[in-house]
């Protein structure tokens, strides 16, 4: 998949996207390619080593790829990394603040590395949930933290937010509240959002976009309403032929395939349809050092 | 700015108060002597003899001038020994953390992507942590100059070249020089302990290494013999019984080869000294003025400055190319 049209009004592209770590390890990302459209909320998901945390950081030029490259708003972030990274908010996976330092340190902080953070959104969004931006880091609760590391990212105003794994330490409670802070912001602004999990249905409701990784292929890419009304569940005993795209358990272990288009079975849940293409992927052959 | 400043310090908080206290402490002590030979200053008459003369011509004075130097010898070695390894263990001490802290404690991720330059992100980081660690070093050297200003008068108005750097701007410019290697290393390796532990080594190889390059700089001016003069010692020349001055190469080449063949491998040609001293000829010390030599002062002050200087730029090359945790 190529660029196409102006690469400047397209948030993210991967074009042929390869990465690994070191020389005879396998690939972290193999021939990636894809583009998150502008104002979409994009669900990156895969299994905990599929490359999500990679993709999410060759975008910051954390990464340099081996492969293909990445364009954000038309740009390297190896060449321009000072107006890509101003461009992006970003949550790492760990989230990584200062234990020592109050949350006002860290907004402190955020407006003097970028003189557009507003401050007033970053105080209104923590207090929001009852946090007293006095309090030092250390005595926070991971979703606490995982709050104010939302809030630096929101409050930075930047057009593209990246979140990787931010609801993996969380309660059900803190996710619905993360969600809800994060959802508010990003719809209200018009920004693009890539936000990474494990666990697909922490991030349906919330996505409009739903990009599947696998042993660091791109296994799918497709618009959450357009992948539930594609693919439906057949039991697999049920079979006769037709475009099959993987067989998982179900619930009650029995086998199920998912399938491309037809109007056998029912209609697939965004969960079955990113277990189908793993369970497609995990038959295939695995990339090689 | 200045409220990130604090943060700054703040978030390097620990590091500081351990470095400024050494230095304050040790700057402390400076005073605390310079109080004490405060309350017992000869009278400045025999200051003058004492340094005019020197101290076997003090004759009264020898009690008062010796109560007031007992109090500078006490301090002495101890206090010479703390303010040279003061800088390298400040330096290293508040340089070595503001990278190798970050990367040790997995903040680099989201400094990196606040900061859209890291270059001026560091550049935030260095320059109030610098500032702090300078000024209390500075106040370090400023209290250990009058001690120095003392040693002088004591030792007959010289000052001693092995206390270049221990004093003054001279001991800022050190612990400048350490904190580069310290922010470069912590770069470098990620990880504190190491590259403290390898910063102070750096620093004081570094120290090693320029004490030899202030060697070759001495014997490169040109050396008279010092006699009864205060002076470093660049070498020595022997005289004949007739008064001929003859280099050590051409005296030695009068010994007899079995005697100069014992010598071979000693650190100091004991069989042949013993043969011209047996045979009348005298040794004698030659060297460099006082004055001359002390001219090695800033030379070595701006060594670490751009060992110092050079280090951050390492620093920011690294940090710019490093892959955050």
Redesign the interface.
């Known amino acids: 998949m190529g660029i196409g049209g102006d690469a400047a009004a397209i948030p993210l592209a991967f074009e042929h996207l390869g990465h690994r770590y070191r020389r005879n390890r396998p690939w972290a990302l193999r021939e990636v390619s894809l583009e998150i459209p502008e104002g979409s909320i994009t669900a990156l998901v895969g299994a905990n080593g599929a490359g999500k945390s990679t993709l999410i950081r060759s975008c910051l030029g954390f990464e340099r790829p081996n492969e293909g490259r990445v364009l954000v708003y038309g740009l390297d972030p190896r060449r321009d990394r000072a107006a890509v990274v101003s461009s992006i908010g970003y949550v790492p996976q760990a989230t990584a603040l200062y234990r020592g330092l109050t949350i006002d340190d860290h907004f402190a902080m955020a407006k003097t590395a970028r003189p557009a953070f507003d401050t007033g959104f970053a105080r209104a969004h923590v207090e929001r949930i009852g946090l007293a931006t006095s309090r030092r880091v250390g005595e926070l609760s991971g979703g606490e933290q995982a709050q104010v590391a939302l809030a630096l990212a929101l409050a930075g105003r930047s057009p593209l937010l990246l979140l990787d794994e931010p609801l993996a330490s969380l309660d059900p409670l803190a996710r619905r509240d993360f969600l809800t802070a994060l959802l508010a912001d990003v719809r209200g602004r018009g920004a693009t959002a890539v936000l990474s999990s494990h666990i697909v249905t922490d991030v349906e409701q919330a996505c409009d976009r739903l990009v599947v990784l696998a042993d660091g292929q791109l296994v799918l890419s497709d618009a959450v309403a357009t992948a539930r009304e594609r693919y439906r569940i057949v039991a697999a005993e049920a079979l006769d032929g037709g475009a099959v795209i993987g067989r998982f358990a179900g619930p009650d272990g029995s086998m199920l395939a998912l399938v491309d288009g037809g109007t056998v079975g029912r209609q697939a849940t965004l969960e079955e349809v990113v277990l189908g293409h793993l369970a497609a992927r995990r038959s295939a052959p695995r990339l090689a050092a | ?1 200045i ?2 400043a604090w ?1 700054t310090l ?2 390097h ?1 620990i590091e500081l108060i351990v470095a400024a206290t050494l230095a304050l402490v040790t700057a402390a002590w400076a005073v605390w002597v310079e109080v004490r030979m405060a309350g017992v200053t000869p009278p400045a008459a025999c200051m003058d003899i004492l340094i005019t003369r020197g101290y076997e011509a003090l004759g009264d004075c020898t009690g008062p001038v010796r109560a007031w130097g007992t109090i500078l010898v006490e301090a002495g070695d101890n206090f010479r020994i703390t303010t040279e390894f003061l800088p390298f263990v400040a330096g290293a001490l508040v340089g070595v953390p503001i990278i190798a802290g970050e990367i040790e ?14 270059t001026r ?1 560091l550049v ?1 980081q260095l320059v109030p942590v610098a500032l702090v660690a300078g000024l209390t070093l500075l106040a370090t050297g400023v209290a250990a100059e009058a001690i120095e200003h003392d040693n002088e008068a004591w030792s007959g108005g010289y000052r001693d070249v092995i206390n270049i750097g221990h004093y003054g701007t001279g001991l800022v410019a050190r612990g400048f020089g350490v904190f580069g290697i310290g922010l470069g290393i912590g770069a470098l390796v990620g990880r504190q302990l190491p590259a403290f532990l390898l910063s102070v080594a750096l620093g004081l190889g570094f120290l090693t290494g320029l004490t030899g390059v202030r060697d070759a700089w001495f014997a490169s001016h040109e050396a008279h013999v010092l006699g009864a003069e205060y002076g470093v010692p660049t070498g020595w020349v022997w005289q004949a019984p007739d008064g001929a001055v003859l280099t050590d190469k051409a005296a030695t080449a009068l010994v007899p080869p079995e005697l100069v063949a014992q010598d071979e491998g000693q650190m100091q040609p004991v069989h042949a000294a013993t043969w011209l001293e047996e045979h009348g000829y005298t040794q004698l010390s030659v060297g460099i003025s006082v004055d001359v030599a002390m001219g090695w002062a800033p030379y070595e002050a701006i060594a670490y400055v751009l060992l110092g200087a050079s280090s951050i730029g390492v620093a920011v090359w690294l940090v710019n190319r490093r ?3």
């Open positions: 700015m409220r990130a943060v703040k978030l908080r404690s997995r903040t680099t991720g989201m400094a990196w992507s606040l900061n859209p330059s890291r992100w935030r892959r955050p945790a």
